[in-house]
């Protein structure tokens, strides 16, 4: 059974894998700057909805109506290297909508 893990992380380990030459890429910087903006546009929106829900990643103990964590969903805004795909997690069951600001300003 896999263990689930923000997106974040597996664009970390990417980045990491393409820094120490684990993973080859012909595209070389361009696919540096991809990774680092991926890693950056997805972890804001985890950061935003941890401190939404008061709590960490899959951490239990919510308090009624601070929601929870219910998948995620997906983007693509255009870059200079191109369309980065990200994740950004959902919450529901929370009181009052959750809307990410962050990502309100990427497109």
Same mark, same amino acid.
């Given at each position: 059974m896999s263990q689930r893990m923000p997106a974040s992380m597996s664009t970390h380990q990417s980045l990491s894998d393409l820094i120490e030459g684990r993973l080859s890429s012909r595209y070389g910087r361009g696919e540096l700057a991809r990774l !680092?903006? /991926?890693l950056i546009v997805e972890k804001a929106p985890e950061v935003e909805s941890r401190d @939404?829900?008061?709590?960490a990643y899959y951490e239990h103990g919510a308090?009624? =109506?601070q =929601?929870?964590?219910?998948?995620v969903r997906t983007g693509r805004p255009k870059t @200079?290297? =191109?369309m980065i795909e990200y @994740? !950004? $997690? /959902?919450? @529901?069951?929370r009181?009052? $909508?959750f809307r990410s600001d962050i990502r309100g300003h990427l497109y």
């Open positions: !680092a903006t /991926q @939404a829900r008061g709590r308090e009624s =109506g =929601g929870w964590c219910n998948g @200079a290297e =191109g @994740a !950004a $997690p /959902q919450i @529901a069951g009181d009052e $909508p």
